[in-house]
T-cell receptor
Framework: DTGVSQDPRHKITKRGQNVTFRCDPI?????LYWYRQTLGQGPEFLTY????????KSRLLSDRFSAERPKGSFSTLEIQRTEQGDSAMYLC???????????????FGPGTRLTVL | GQNIDQPTEMTATEGAIVQINCTYQ??????LFWYQQHAGEAPTFLSY??LDGLEEKGRFSSFLSRSKGYSYLLLKELQMKDSASYLC??????????WGAGTKLIIKP
């Protein structure tokens, strides 16, 4: 399978615990995005990498959230001291700056569903 | 502020045609995307408009008017599998996607 993969698919944790999610983008894609989505809403932008550089981070994102993409391939998203309000689907997407016609469409992974008890 | 508006829910009949509207106010415009999202699954890309006019792709077409800040997605010959949420997203001046909340489309036999 050459699509975007995410691990784990589901995570249940207790409030106050730390969690880490992994995203493996499509191999030739140099851009990687993290989003959060709750029921009945569109994806909410969290952060964005081009290769290994984190170019943008949402101002809505608290300091408890951090993301890395150390070698410009896979990425991790860590949430420290989780709160019940963090319960959501966390989506990863990747795209290529070299895509035809500047389309640069984002391809999404299946998501990690986080439940904070 | 930036805003994308879409109807929350629409209902249509199998075999019919439905039009899902999207209006937007964003800081800059670098293209508009439509994505389909089935319940519990990730969004999948449907269409892209950057110039005014209609883009046709099989049973799906998407229209854009940049002067009006308006787009629509037209779905023809509806099938039950088209029941999903349809998300409108605009790429702004920072080249980031601003997403609408999605329109839940219910197809009835």
């Amino acid at each position: 399978d050459t699509g975007v993969s995410q691990d784990p698919r589901h995570k249940i944790t207790k409030r106050g615990q730390n969690v880490t999610f992994r995203c493996d983008p499509i191999s030739e894609h140099n851009r990687l995005y993290w989003y959060r989505q709750t029921l009945g809403q569109g994806p909410e932008f969290l952060t964005y990498f081009q290769n290994e550089a984190q170019l943008e981070k949402s101002r809505l994102l608290s300091d408890r959230f951090s993301a890395e993409r150390p070698k410009g391939s896979f990425s991790t998203l860590e949430i420290q001291r989780t709160e019940q309000g963090d319960s959501a689907m966390y989506l990863c997407a990747s795209s290529s700056i070299e895509s035809a016609g500047g389309l640069d469409e984002q391809f999404f992974g299946p998501g990690t569903r986080l439940t904070v008890l | 502020g930036q805003n994308i508006d879409q109807p929350t829910e629409m209902t249509a009949t199998e075999g019919a045609i439905v039009q899902i509207n999207c209006t937007y106010q964003t800081s800059g415009f670098n293209g508009l995307f439509w994505y389909q999202q089935h319940a519990g699954e990730a969004p999948t890309f449907l269409s892209y408009n950057v110039l005014d006019g209609l883009e046709e792709k099989g049973r799906f077409s998407s229209f854009l008017s940049r002067s009006k800040g308006y787009s629509y997605l037209l779905l023809k010959e509806l099938q039950m599998k088209d029941s999903a949420s349809y998300l409108c997203a605009v790429r702004d001046s920072n080249y980031q996607l601003i997403w609408g909340a999605g329109t839940k489309l219910i197809i009835k036999p």
